[in-house]
């Protein structure tokens, strides 16, 4: 999937998302715990798609974006098959019935404002931007979708699976180079990754913000030791993936990771991690 299309469904994601009447808490203290589980749990961006489909058991989960499915972009693809999609309307929430919605905010989404007056339980998550918002965000939903020692075992698993990767990357210099040039810098999950691994960003040595451009003539010049890659660019397949692949750059070793693992901050932080401190120490 290219950066225009992760671009359209950034920009879709108010679409998405309730906006409740009253706020709602980051931890779901809303939430009636007299209730017992909830029952019927809408998640309204793949984000949420992900950690849902992850820690609730699946007669639980009412209905997910239709991204959820979609390997190009979710991590859960496979798992999320059969599981009721919605298209994104606030009908469809609206027939579902919720007892609990799962979603980022956005308070400025007149798309769905029929549900304002709904007062459904609802959970705001933020985009993580580190490993440690990760884990926040996995407490919040277990807590959220009855099943809190789901969450603390992930945890703890996540954990595990990321001692010593420290080591890999050594210190060397790597540059996540997308489509048409776009640079990823500091403040944003992948940095954080390159940060796990030992590895130093090029847009945060060189001072770019956490979303810049950079041509092939900065890229020769700054000569990382890595381009780090998503895995859907390894092949030239339209102009915005020819300028990743350019002759000038053939030099710079390539490391590939699905962008299905960077684009939610969620369980595949680790597979994300580990493919990319396996491939740097293999170089």
Same mark, same amino acid.
């Given at each position: ?33 007299a ?5 019927r749990?809408?998640?309204? #961006? ?38 009721p ?36 339980a ?7 931007? #580190? ?17 809190p ?17 420290r ?17 990823t ?5 992948v ?27 900065e890229?020769?010049?700054?000569h ?10 390894q ?43 396996a ?5």
């Amino acid at each position: 999937m290219g950066l225009g299309k992760i671009h359209r469904y950034l920009r879709l994601v108010p679409c998405l998302v309730l906006l409740g009447a009253a706020p709602t808490a980051p931890s779901g203290e809303r939430i009636d715990r007299a209730k017992g589980s909830p029952h019927r749990i809408v998640s309204l #961006n793949l984000c949420a798609d992900q950690l849902l489909v992850a820690l609730a058991d699946r007669d639980q989960i009412a209905g997910l974006t239709r991204y959820a499915s979609d390997p190009a972009m979710s991590n859960v693809a496979a798992a999320a098959r059969g599981l009721p999609v919605f298209g994104g309307s606030a009908e469809e929430v609206l027939a579902a019935d919720p007892d609990l919605v799962i979603g980022m905010s956005a308070r400025r989404n007149p798309a769905i404002a029929v549900l304002r007056n709904q007062h459904y339980a609802s959970l705001d998550l933020k985009s993580a931007k #580190n490993y440690d918002e990760i884990l926040a965000a996995i407490r919040d939903v277990a807590r959220a979708v009855g099943h809190p020692e789901r969450g603390e075992a992930m945890v703890a698993h996540m954990n595990a699976q990321l001692a010593g990767l420290r080591s890999a990357g050594r210190g060397r210099v790597a540059a996540y180079y997308q489509r048409r040039g776009y640079l990823t810098g500091t403040g944003t999950l992948v940095d954080d990754l390159m940060t796990r691994v030992g590895l130093v960003n090029l847009a945060g040595k060189l001072g770019k913000p956490s979303l810049s451009q950079m041509s092939l003539e900065e890229m020769t010049v700054a000569h990382p030791d890595y381009i780090v890659i998503d895995s859907a660019t390894q092949r030239v397949s339209d102009q915005g993936t020819e300028m990743i692949h350019h002759p000038i750059l053939r030099d710079i070793p390539r490391v590939a990771i699905p962008q299905a693992w960077t684009v939610c901050g969620g369980p595949a932080y680790v597979k994300a991690a580990k493919a990319l401190a396996a491939q740097v120490s293999a170089r």
